[in-house]
């Protein structure tokens, strides 16, 4: 089992994040983004910068018990949906009832787009295409 495999095991039901503005930004409110900080394991696969979590992340979404866990690391990863996540704080039942349920189908949909051109980015600090 590789490390990758562990820590998507270990995704639970909680997920601890703070929102913060992108660094070089003297804007406090505009463009924020998702930084996970616990539980270790969550905070670990949201911080790698390996295009292959994400498959395995949107996966998850068709869990509800890890549906929410994983939708704030895939908001950390690619600063999608942040304005989601950060409005859903501390309510994943209140998320799933509005967008969780069809969590799966977006970001499918959006791997899909994407296809295999996902690269870090350093200067953003955000995977994208």
Do not use: C, K, N
């Amino acid at each position: 089992m590789t490390r990758r495999d562990e820590l998507l095991d270990a995704v639970g039901e909680q997920a601890a994040f703070v929102t913060t503005r992108p660094p070089g930004t003297p804007f406090a409110t505009l463009g924020r983004r998702v930084v996970v900080t616990g539980p270790p394991a969550l905070a670990e696969l949201a911080a790698s910068h390996d295009p292959a979590v994400l498959p395995e992340l949107v996966e998850l979404l068709r869990d509800r018990d890890r549906a929410w866990p994983a939708a704030v690391a895939l908001s950390a990863l690619t600063g999608r949906e942040t304005e989601v996540i950060e409005a859903y704080a501390g309510r994943p039942e209140a998320w799933w009832a509005v967008a969780g349920e069809d969590a799966y189908e977006r970001w499918a949909a959006w791997l899909e787009d994407v296809g295999d051109g996902l690269v870090w980015d350093d200067d953003a600090g955000l995977m994208g295409p």
